[in-house]
């Protein structure tokens, strides 16, 4: 069996309910997304798959005039989801972030094309950091979707809360340094770029 971690990602949301193909798109962007946003483009065809290979299954619901699809995990994809929980993971944590690439090829453009994208950066984790607010409410008060998994959500939203919070500091650092430059001289701004390695890997120092 081919299995991706998107297939393993399904199989864990099917663990939790049966879904529709819509609900479970929707329960996906609520948290999956923020991690793992290949999900998405295959989300609609992964759960078709995961019937083939005996791992979902799937059956019809009538609600009112209309037929709708609901996927389940099986015995054996409860099986083979504990298999990959119980393995080494297969890589380490990646990188995907196009305003870092924009921040490396700014020489070859303009300044404010630069503060552009770190602005958007900055508004962009901000939809991240309301949804985190509006998930940590929902647990607090005890009205979560998946309360009974409150233990390990907490790990998440301890994740993405911190790395918004990064990402916004950062963003906000950044601006504020390309700002600075029309007032630099060049050797003013190497010494600046240069103070930022020297105390960044002593921050980082064990």
Not at 34 to 56: D, N
Not at 128 to 153: D, K, N, V, W
Request: glycine fraction near 4%; include cysteine; charge should be positive.
């Amino acid at each position: 069996m081919q299995l991706t971690t998107m297939s393993y990602a399904i199989l864990g949301q099917l663990a939790l309910q049966p879904w529709t193909m819509y609900d479970l798109a929707a329960q996906m962007r609520r948290n999956i997304h923020f991690f793992l946003q290949r999900a998405e483009s295959q989300v609609y065809a992964e759960p078709k798959r995961l019937v083939k290979l005996g791992l979902a299954k799937a059956h019809k619901e009538k609600t009112g005039r209309r037929t709708r699809t609901v996927y389940d995990i099986t015995e054996k994809g409860r099986d083979a989801l504990a298999h990959w929980l119980a393995a080494p993971i297969s890589k380490g944590p990646v990188v995907e972030f196009e305003t870092l690439l924009r921040v490396m090829l700014a020489p070859f453009g303009r300044d404010e094309d630069l503060r552009a994208a770190l602005l958007q950066t900055k508004a962009d984790i901000a939809d991240l950091s309301a949804m985190a607010a509006g998930i940590r409410t929902e647990y607090l008060e005890g009205r979560a979707p998946f309360q009974r998994h409150m233990i390990h959500r907490a790990m998440i939203f301890d994740f993405l809360s911190s790395f918004a919070v990064l990402v916004e500091e950062w963003a906000e650092r950044s601006c504020d340094r390309l700002d600075g430059w029309a007032n630099e001289t060049e050797q003013q701004r190497t010494a600046a770029a240069f103070e930022v390695f020297r105390t960044g890997a002593k921050r980082h120092v064990v």
